[in-house]
């Protein structure tokens, strides 16, 4: 028997069942709408009614707001009045109203699912560029907290418990910097309360709490960029509920955000307000997820139900379930299919009820429960997430217009350079999103940077390849976006080539660092975590790691912020930005090359598919990858130069970071930070009596790099070296020279 039919099933024997305890039971019809309500919920539900009314064959039920927290479709609410009125009437004949929260279940159903007159609709700004992409939309968002100074206490603090090793104040944001750029991939201007890193100069500079800017709350950078003093410390409206009244810097900070998009949409037509949170709610087994909660609020902080345009604020409704139902389908089609869906809840927060266009206000996960926080430190699974708010958001304004939203391509693939005479070949491959039909590829944008010098202006061709001609001694970068009416793609990995003197080796770059991941964790009956002294590789880069977990007992609960229990971390590295994998470090292997006047091209590791015999030297880039073979590269007798974390057999062979040869001493970062890829694992490698080490771990004496006879094997990631250039062109020679 299918699932279903199990579930339907077992709702009609348990409405039949409390049939007997006599009519208008109203405990036992709540415990049978909390069963319905068990199977869409994500979260444990307690439906409770409280009145029944009829009047012939009408039934009226009012229920508090548990069932208005689902997003129902008409034919889910077509096979539930039937039932309720078996029960009670024991026909399924009645006329059944079910009212929660104040409204009768059909006035709850979302554009989702029944598209809203057109009237009804939201008149959203500058339709006219909108296209199938968010053409002239201006959107508002924030990450949720930032330091801020509490005056009872007399110190700058964070405003969330510190776990897993991060905090949601800094924790947003890289959810808030990736949804800001698909959006503006896809033609919107975004705009923050709080300062932007995207490495903007005045977000890196130091605030008045000590911290960077970006990782501030809201209130003092709209106070330092000159927002009116009324925004970001509002006088206290004696008429105002009491919420709306206190003043302190932590309710000014949730207030002002409000307060500033209501004044810049009076100058700049604002579409929509994201409100970028995670919860702390948790519950006992880290192996449940507590999942997505939305929050939209239906009246505003004067307590009306409209738009000052009039328009129903329903609509945040509708914006709030389109984003929650995009998120929870792809987590769970692309990495848990379980991930919990929780209320779509109308409730009164200042983030939410302030502003006076569509908001919403999103729990993305719990950052306390530690089955959401295993998931939410994989950079992959937060970029996923973002891209699922881009799409929800823009599902929901394409509904207000009825136009076609076509998704922005994902990024290209198996990209390669080539030389043939005196020109470059750049071919690569357009990467299928199995989620999205709408985003394939129309076209590709080829950028090309000479020297360090600027991009120049893109080049768009139709067909996954280009070629141009190479000025000799001029190191060329170039990486590739993918476009489609809905926008474009995030950038490639960079790639590097230069037409190098012809007398000079030739050099083939092969990229094989892909890898981006979360930090390594463990969990038993007693103690769980993220194991001390392993990092994440951001992609690119993000400011989430604040410190160490140091609790690991799961018997410890929360008792405050500062007294958090299981998962407690530490605090010293908060504002401090990570450097990960960058997908550009062929650039950086091709600047010192260029130094040499050697000639080079340079492929990503999946794209390398033939061997060319005139290559001299092939300089391998694994980084942090846990991929360290290249089959293609097996039958290559020549010269090699390879580097990667994880090629010796001795695991954590250094804690300082210190190496030293004949002549020289290196160091290479083994903690998080703003510069250096973090090379906290790198291995030690066992020298055969043919083989010379060159190089050694200080603290432990433990080769870190070796030379057969034809190659030299960094045990550590080149890219991880303060001084890398000097060490790189030291190792072409020892190359070089060798019989």
Same mark, same amino acid.
């Given at each position: ?16 069942? $409390?049939?007997? /305890? ?7 019809? *709540? +415990?049978? !709408?909390? %069963?319905?309500?068990?199977?869409? #919920?994500?979260? $444990?539900?307690? /439906? ?7 009047? *012939? +064959?009408? !039934?009226? %039920?009012?229920?508090?707001?548990? #069932? ?672």
């Amino acid at each position: 028997m299918r699932p279903e039919m199990k579930k339907g099933i077992f709702i009609i024997l348990l409405f039949a069942a $409390v049939q007997s /305890v006599g009519a208008y039971d109203l405990r036992g019809l *709540g +415990d049978s !709408l909390d %069963v319905w309500a068990g199977f869409n #919920l994500g979260c $444990v539900p307690k /439906v409770k009614v409280t009145q029944v009314k009829s009047s *012939g +064959d009408q !039934l009226f %039920v009012y229920t508090n707001k548990v #069932l208005s927290c689902l997003s129902l479709s008409p034919a889910q609410l077509s096979n539930l009045r039937p039932k309720v009125s078996l029960w009670l009437l024991g026909t399924s004949d009645g006329k059944v109203s079910i009212y929660s929260d104040g409204f009768e279940l059909s006035e709850l159903v979302t554009e989702r699912y029944q598209p809203r007159n057109d009237n009804a609709h939201y008149p959203i700004p500058n339709k006219g560029q909108l296209g199938h992409s968010l053409g002239g939309q201006t959107i508002a968002l924030w990450p949720s907290h930032g330091v801020y100074y509490n005056r009872d206490e007399d110190r700058w603090k964070l405003q969330r418990a510190t776990m897993w090793s991060t905090v949601e104040d800094v924790y947003t944001t890289a959810y808030a910097e990736s949804v800001t750029r698909a959006l503006e991939r896809a033609g919107a201007t975004v705009i923050w309360p709080r300062a932007r890193y995207g490495r903007d100069s005045a977000a890196t500079e130091i605030g008045p709490s000590g911290y960077p800017r970006w990782a501030e709350g809201a209130r003092y950078w709209l106070e330092y960029t000159g927002v009116p003093d009324s925004i970001w410390n509002p006088v206290t409206d004696k008429n105002a509920p009491f919420k709306d009244s206190v003043r302190n810097d932590y309710l000014d900070d949730l207030r002002c955000r409000g307060l500033w998009v209501n004044w810049l949409n009076q100058s700049t037509p604002i579409s929509v307000c994201l409100a970028l949170h995670t919860d702390g709610y948790s519950q006992p087994g880290d192996s449940l997820t507590i999942g997505t909660l939305a929050i939209y609020s239906r009246q505003d902080k004067f307590n009306q139900t409209t738009f000052p345009n009039g328009c129903d604020r329903i609509l945040n409704r509708d914006l709030a379930d389109f984003v929650q139902t995009q998120i929870v389908e792809d987590i769970r089609q692309k990495y848990d299919p379980t991930w919990k869906r929780r209320q779509l809840q109308n409730a009164s927060y200042c983030e939410s009820r302030y502003p006076v266009v569509p908001t919403l206000l999103l729990e993305m996960l719990s950052h306390k429960q530690f089955a959401d926080i295993r998931w939410g430190l994989q950079p992959a699974f937060r970029k996923d997430v973002a891209r699922a708010i881009y799409k929800g958001v823009g599902r929901w304004i394409h509904a207000q217009t009825g136009s076609e939203f076509v998704v922005q391509p994902l990024p290209v693939k198996d990209m390669s350079v080539r030389l043939e005479k005196d020109e470059f070949h750049i071919t690569w491959s357009a990467t299928t999103d199995s989620l999205e039909a709408s985003a394939k590829p129309e076209y590709y944008l080829v950028e090309i940077r000479e020297n360090d010098s600027n991009w120049q202006s893109p080049v768009r061709i139709k067909t996954p390849k280009y070629s141009f001609r190479a000025k000799r001694g001029v190191r060329y970068d170039i990486r590739v976006t993918a476009g489609n009416n809905g926008g474009t793609s995030e950038y490639s990995e960079t790639l590097s080539a230069c037409l190098g003197d012809k007398d000079k080796p030739f050099v083939l770059i092969v990229n094989a660092f892909n890898r981006v991941d979360g930090p390594q964790w463990f969990a038993d009956s007693t103690y769980a975590g993220i194991v001390p002294g392993t990092y994440a590789i951001p992609d690119g880069e993000d400011g989430l790691y604040i410190g160490e977990q140091w609790e690991f007992n799961r018997a410890f609960d929360w008792i405050s912020d500062d007294d958090c229990g299981w998962g407690m971390c530490y605090r010293d590295q908060t504002g401090t930005r990570q450097v990960g994998n960058t997908h550009d470090f062929p650039v950086l292997h091709g600047r010192a090359l260029q130094e040499l006047g050697f000639t080079f091209v340079s492929t990503n590791s999946l794209a390398l598919d033939s061997i060319d015999s005139r290559w001299d030297i092939i300089d391998v880039i694994y980084g942090k990858d846990t991929v360290t073979s290249i089959p293609e590269l097996s039958t290559w007798q020549g010269k090699m130069l390879v580097s990667g974390a994880l090629l010796g057999s001795i695991p954590r062979a250094s804690r300082t970071g210190q190496v030293r040869s004949r002549d020289y001493n290196f160091r290479f970062a083994v903690t998080p930070n703003p510069q250096y890829l973090c090379a906290e694992n790198s291995t030690g490698q066992v020298a055969k009596p043919d083989e010379r080490v060159l190089a050694r771990y200080a603290d432990s004496g433990i080769p870190a790099c070796i030379k057969t006879s034809n190659s030299v094997i960094w045990s550590v990631p080149l890219e991880s070296f303060e001084d890398f250039n000097s060490l790189y062109k030291q190792s072409i020679q020892f190359l070089l020279n060798s019989k």
